[in-house]
């Protein structure tokens, strides 16, 4: 018998948002530890909120909705607003009722600044670190390192000189004509009037210049997680200067292995890292003048060979991050704010890296 077409729907329903999501949903382990880690940041929360006056959206469910910006590429929060208003997954993973009330897109614009001053992305990073550390998904022992370009929110035609006179009113406000050609562009000399902060940079010789940073991670070598991240402007040593930063910061036990590319094949950095007790599985870049820092006391290991194998895993986080994470080009402005983001964007990573390890998908028949 055909079914009628009723339009009328329901004044009732009497499924919550947590029944009407199926118990193997790829989202319940993400969910599970982000609650986890974010039990850890109450009182970071505490001190950055005030004791008195009217209560504010909470910040766990604003780090949740942020978190699922990342997951679903969503591209504005306006667009995460108009989700989280008929979605029902994304409100049960929120954190909101059936009928309650979706605050405006601008909660997020008020409450950024509050988060960005409490360092909450790196903590909030640490503590979904902690729980790989606490499962044995991370190694203590061998890493890799490697930097990519972030481009800012900024055009080539905002990249001015510093010095510049005051020029007459543009032929059109809102995108005037601008003819930079044959002039000699360079960060001592020029600034970007839209983001000063930002720096024009290129991967290699045969690509153009962009405003861009530098974003900079540091990988456990078992199964690709991130265990750090820097953000920096964007200079001809900024990837092994972070790398040096980074490598201060491995917590290891005893000398570590630190994998890296070409690029990294400097004598300075080989020297730095070796007095850190760290030893350097650099690929060696025999174009070099000079020849390369890596020798064989270094080569002549099988774990030399093992490093710049795993240092591909690296490419697969810049690559999820680019296309999943919407960090191919950032929508923010200045080193703390793309920094914050990176960083954030870096702990979401992490949380579908350990849902795919702790929970892997049941093979169909």
Known sequence: MRGQDTQQSAMFSYLS?????????PLRPIRRMADEALKTLSPVFDQIYATFGRPSIAPEKLLRALLLQVLYTIRGEEMLIEQLQYNLLFRWFVGLNMDEAVWVPTVFSKNRERLMNGDVAEKFFLGVLDQANAAGLTSDDH?????????AWASQKSFQRKDKAQAAPPDDPGNPTVNFHGEKRRNDTHESKTDPEARLARKSGGHESKLAY?????IENRNGLVVDTE?????????????????????????????????????????????????????QNL???????IDARTTRHAGYEISRRKRKRIEEVFGWLKTVGMLRKTRLRGVHKVGWVFTFAAAAYNLVRMRNLLFPPVQAA
Request: with cysteine; aromatic share 2%.
């Open 17 to 25: 948002p947590e029944d009407r999501v199926p118990a193997k949903h």
């Open 231 to 283: 953000l920096t402007q964007c200079s001809g040593t900024a990837e092994r200067d972070a790398a040096v930063q980074m490598a201060e910061r491995i917590e290891g036990v005893g000398r570590v292995t630190l994998a890296a590319d070409k690029g990294y094949d400097t004598r300075e950095l080989v020297t730095e890292m070796r007095a850190r007790n760290v030893t350097p599985h650099v690929a």
């Open 287 to 293: 174009n070099r003048p000079g020849g390369s820092a």
């Open 214 to 218: 530098c974003g900079n991670l540091l």
């Open 143 to 151: 890493f890799s390192v490697d930097g990519t370009l972030i481009e």
